[in-house]
C-alpha cells in the first residue's frame, strides 16, 4: 500500500521554526521526486518545494530563503525546515510524490496533509 504520512505540523508564533516530516511507504521512494504543498481554505493549492531525484531543489517564491528541503533516503523520509514562519504560511501542508523522478505537475501519490498555523 502507498502512504505518504506528513507529521510536525502545529501552532507556532510568528517568527518560529517548524519543520515538517514525510514518510514514505510502498513504493521505490529512490525514484520519485517529492514535493511539498499548501493549501489555504479559499485558495488555490501552492507549490512549495520540491526535491528530483537528481537532487535537484527547488523552492515557490514565497518561501525562498526561510524553507529547506531535505532527503533522508535511509528513512524514506522527505523534512521541510521552516523558518521565520509569518501568518501567511498558515495552511494545510500536503507531501506528494511524482514517479517521472522530476519536479513537474503530475504527481502521483498525496499525503492526508498536515496543518502549520502561525499566530501573529
Known amino acids: 500500500e502507498v502512504q505518504l504520512v506528513e507529521s510536525g505540523g502545529g501552532l507556532v508564533q510568528a517568527g518560529e521554526s517548524l519543520t515538517l516530516s514525510c514518510a514514505a511507504s510502498g513504493f521505490p521512494f529512490d525514484d520519485f521526486a517529492i514535493g511539498w504543498f499548501r493549501q489555504a481554505p479559499g485558495k488555490q493549492r501552492e507549490g512549495v518545494s520540491c526535491?528530483?531525484?537528481?537532487?535537484?531543489?527547488f523552492y515557490g517564491d514565497s518561501v525562498k530563503g526561510r524553507f529547506t528541503i531535505s532527503k533522508d533516503k535511509a528513512k524514506n523520509s522527505v523534512y521541510l525546515q521552516m523558518s521565520s514562519l509569518k501568518p501567511e504560511d498558515s495552511s494545510v501542508y500536503y507531501c506528494?510524490?511524482?514517479?517521472?523522478?522530476?519536479?513537474?505537475?503530475?504527481?502521483?501519490?498525496w499525503g492526508q496533509g498536515a496543518q502549520v498555523t502561525v499566530s501573529s
Open positions: 526535491i528530483s531525484t537528481l537532487g535537484e531543489i
Open positions: 506528494a510524490a511524482d514517479r517521472s523522478g522530476w519536479c513537474a505537475d503530475a504527481y502521483d501519490y
